[in-house]
Every structure is written in C-alpha cells, then in structure tokens.
C-alpha cells in the first residue's frame, strides 16, 4: 500500500485512491487489449465504450436527458472563458457576468475581448468575501455567467440567480457533482477536471441544444461547440487518458450513491471545519461572509502569519497537505473536493483543536 497522505490541494487535487488502484491495475493492459488506454486508438471500440460510458454517466449523476450534449475538450476552463462569448456574444449584443473572484474576473476579460459585458453583479470592493444577490440583468442579454464556486476566496453560490428566459451558463470547475443542484436550470456548465471530476488535461463542457443551436458560424473549426457535439467530442484527437479516468470518478461517484450520497459525506465534511471555525472565531478567522460559504474550499486566517506558517508546517509533517491558501488570500485554505473522505476532515478537525490548544 502507498503512502498516500490527505491532500488538501485547491487543484489539481487528491483523487480517490480506489479510482488510482484501478488505473494502475489497467495500465499496461487495457481489459485484455495488450495496450495501455494511452496507446490505443481514439477511435477503437475500446475508447468509443470509455466515450460513451462517460457522456452517458454525467447526464446520470446531474440528471440531465437527452437535450443536453456532454463534450470533452483541451484547453482547460480557462479556454472557456473565450469560447463562450465567441459563440454566444454576438457583435452589437450584450453579455452579463457576475464577478465573484479572480476566476469570474478572468471570464469577464475574455469576453471583454470579444464583445460588449454588463456587470450585473460584483463583491469585488470587499474582496470578494461574499456572493452578491442583487443582480443587474440587462432584459436583451444574451447569457448570465456565474461561477458557482469560488475555489480561491472560498464563497459558492447557496442558491442560483433567476436569468428568467435568458440563458444561464456557469462555471462549475470548482464543485461540479458534489451537491445535489437541479443542474436543469443550466443552458450550459463547464468545468475543468483537476478539482472534483479527475486530472488535468481535459475539460467537461455541458450544452443544451437549444443553446447549441445560437453557436456563431464562422468560428475556427475547433472553436466551435458545434463540431465538438457533433463528432462527439472526437473531430480530433480528444485527450482520451484523462477521460478515461474521469469515467473511473463517476462511477465511484455512482457507486457511493451518487450526489445525494456524495451530498451527505461533504455536507459533514464541511460543518466539521466551520463548525471550528465558529468555536473560535478570534483564531480561526473565517474570510468570508457566513452565508456565503464554499463547501469545497474553506478559507480563514490564524492570529498572525508566523502562526499561519507553523500551521501549514506541522499539518504536513502530520500527513495532511496543500493546506496553504492562495496567494491573493494568504492563510489556510481547506479544499474539501469529493475524494476528500471524512477521515481526511475528522484528522485536521482534531490536529485544529490541538494546534489551538498549544499555540
Ligand atoms: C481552476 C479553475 C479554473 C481554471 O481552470 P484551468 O483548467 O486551469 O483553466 C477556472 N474556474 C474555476 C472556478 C477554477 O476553480
């Protein structure tokens, strides 16, 4: 057995252990093929099964039916942030995007490079410490951009803006399958896989139909959703060994129980460290506004910075990792992604109280 610690890191981020038994147990000889998934053809019925299974798993887990299209594509979410106003932010028409954090910022910036934005929300004066309600929405907008979870400042949307007709597209790289949402209300989700659905390398991209069909014409080949659904998601080479595991992730997901089992698991994980948090808030001094509250990654500060080194210090010398918050935050941050098991969580919860006790 590996000596494999609790990893707390933002991204990429732990996976399940079982998920990586699996992947090494199939590494050279993918299911009888004498190959690895790696050296066999995207186009074999070995990955059109891999393909399949996956597409077929995520509209399962999220409760999505047929109008919607799962893709998988290169370039990480960041490369989203320009796919989507170049197929969906026509020139003379308006987009509305709330800005929640760096990642929303960085959406914002490529859309500004492709057409007009409307700001129809922002906590960005107070450093973004909380998830803004009052919203802006132009009536003509074209889409509302949200970023559901705000993996550096650490808030998540407890419940979605009302677009009303107009379509709701959002950022779900941080938390996407660890609640129980009704993902219905979304014309599109996309999300980068290194946090919660399995390595880097390959990004989901789920689009309703009736959206699909307000895709810009004239866009390069492969920045095209259409392409992508179309040949699903194989008009080119996809990155088949990071699907493959995030095939691997859904079905663990599934077999917990799916999100209403992963649902409770990170419900538990989550109230155990604000539950700390709230005990002693002159010392672990939470970042953000407690209605806003990520589940995924929890964010707070010690007393002094000296503190906040030793904290991240000793955690790691006693088997717990990637605790230290992002630069732009400074602190601790907790990152509570579904392969996190509870175990992890119970461990920092009592080394927490201890490292209170001495310090
Ligand atoms: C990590 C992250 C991104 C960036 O993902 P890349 O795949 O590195 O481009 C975007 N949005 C959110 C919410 C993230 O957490």
Redesign the pocket.
Known sequence: MANRIFNFNP?PATLPTEVLEIVQQELLDYKGTGMSVMEISHRSAEFDEINDTCNALFREILGLDESYHVLFMGG????QFALVPLNFLPEGKTAAYVDTGS?SS?AIKEAKLVGNVHLAGSSKESNYDHIPRDLDIPADAVYLHV?S???IFGTQYQAFPDSGSIPLIC?M??DIASRCWDFTRFDMIYA?A??NLGP?GV?AVIIKQSLLDKCADGNPTMFNYKTHAEKKSQYNTPPAFPIYIVKLVLEWVKKQGGLEAVEKVNTAKKERIYQLLDLHPDYYRGTVKPDSRSWMNITFRLPNEDLEKKFIAEAKAAGMGGLKGHRSVGGVRVSLYNAMPLAGVEKLAGFMEEFKKNN
């Open positions: 991204g990480g979410a960041s490369t990642w960085k970023t979870n705000n993996t950022d790289s941080s980068g290194q946090k880097a990004t």
